[in-house]
């Protein structure tokens, strides 16, 4: 059976062990977050939070950028990138590719 005192060393060990299994999650995320403060979204008006990527991004023009417009970008850039289709997409492709706007 057990007792209070049981119970509470259970609850204490149960949340110690929540809190380790927590970790690798936290470290991603903070991984995540030294990606995001060093890459091109991470400061406006600079790298790749321009009013011209912006604009870019707007089809519709109405000054905001949904998510399916920001995708649809994403999407329109990697084909732009994977020329040949495969799937992936090379260091070699990633670092010489030049994008051009569709038909430009």
Not at 28 to 33: C, G, L, M
Not at 44 to 58: E, L, N, S, V, Y
Not at 65 to 84: G, N, S
């Amino acid at each position: 059976m057990f007792t209070n005192r049981n119970k509470l060393s259970a609850l204490a060990l149960g949340t110690l062990l929540s809190i380790f299994a927590l970790q690798p999650a936290l470290a991603a995320q903070e991984d995540v977050q030294k990606q995001w403060e060093t890459s091109g979204y991470a400061h406006p008006g600079k790298g790749m939070r321009t009013m011209k990527m912006m604009h870019m991004m707007d089809t519709d023009n109405d000054g905001k950028v949904t998510k399916e417009e920001f995708m649809a970008y994403q999407y329109k850039v990697w084909h732009i990138l994977d020329k040949a289709h495969k799937g992936y997409i090379t260091q070699e492709e990633w670092m010489t590719q030049e994008l051009k706007k569709p038909g430009g």
